[in-house]
């Protein structure tokens, strides 16, 4: 064998090796998808493992060295349903239920074929919820979502220090008086009715409430305009995540304090930052609806 074919060997052999250590490398295929913005990274972990996903949810969120995201979120087997939904956000914190997250979830488990049937029960950590999805063309277009019955009881939101439901009720938060209404859509809600959504202290108060005492378990704060009794204009600033393009439970929150305020009637439209949600809480049934779109944004793969 001449020296040059000793070489090309020998390279040969360690483009192999090397090869092999790349093929070895723990790698994880995620999909970006977004309802009105609110955007999150999927995991199929029904094909997929992921060791750590607080830490990866941090990692990935970021937009400047990750991919970019309000979480992180795992689609994982479980006997109670289709699905289970586990939600991680951008802090790398836990989080119980998202209304916009869930749509998307429901669109995923259908198009790539986990369940493929158009009523789903999804798992999470606030219970089962059923979606109801829209197809046409082997697409979802749409989904809705049955969120169950809005809490008022402080205890089980939780809010400290309050006896009975904080509808709006006046409280003092360092030297402020705040006005607030307070309800758990499946995790914490404190909607604050504003003049105009374009100037209202969304990073200034938001953070504060977010992480107040009063809020033991933290709290998403929304910052609402009545347009009229059928219109909701809405910012949001989330629990471990800042403010976001949309938030589904937000919306639904928001809707339910505006209707136990005497605000609007019981369907109503919710604009956000990211478009509308239409959100309904029928005279007859204790239980919250939400209908919107979702999204396929991107699919990658990234090392662990």
């Known amino acids: 064998m001449t020296c040059m074919a000793i070489l090309n060997s020998l390279q040969d052999g360690q483009n192999a090796v090397c090869y092999k250590k790349r093929r070895e490398t723990l790698a994880v295929k995620f999909t970006k998808m977004q309802g009105l913005g609110n955007d999150y990274i999927y995991v199929n972990c029904f094909e997929e493992t992921v060791d750590n996903p607080a830490e990866l949810a941090v990692r990935l969120s970021d937009r ?17 349903g289709d699905a289970m939904m586990d939600l991680y956000n951008a ?29 789903l ?11 109801h999805l829209s197809v046409k063309d082997g697409a979802v277009y749409s989904v809705g979502v049955d969120m169950g019955a809005p809490e008022f009881q402080p205890e089980k939101i939780p809010v400290s220090g309050q006896e009975g439901p904080v509808i709006q009720k006046n409280l003092s938060l360092q030297g402020q008086d705040i006005t ?33 005492e009063l809020f033991p378990a933290g709290v998403n704060v929304e910052f609402i305009r009545v347009i009229n009794e059928k219109e909701l204009e809405m910012r949001v600033w989330e629990r471990g995540s800042g403010e976001t393009m949309a938030c589904g439970t937000g919306a639904c929150a928001a809707v339910v304090a505006a209707i136990a305020s005497g605000k609007t009637e019981r369907t109503v439209t919710v604009h956000l930052l990211g478009g509308d949600l239409s959100i309904s809480w029928p005279e007859d049934s204790s239980n919250v609806f939400m209908e919107g779109p979702a999204e396929f944004v991107f699919e990658g793969s990234v090392e662990l």
Do not use: Q, W
């Open 121 to 131: 029960k999804i798992d999470t950590l606030s219970g089962v919820k059923t979606l």
């Open 64 to 80: 400047h060295f990750g991919v970019g995201s309000d979480g992180l979120i795992l689609i994982c087997p479980t006997p109670n």
């Open 180 to 212: 607030m209404t307070c309800v758990s859509m499946g995790n914490p809600h404190c909607v604050l009715f504003v003049e105009d959504t374009k100037t209202a202290p969304v990073h200034t108060l938001g953070p504060v409430l977010e992480h107040s």
């Open 91 to 119: 802090d790398g914190s836990r989080a119980m239920m998202c209304g916009n997250g869930i749509r998307c979830v429901g669109k995923y488990v259908y198009e790539k074929g986990i369940a493929s049937k158009d009523v």
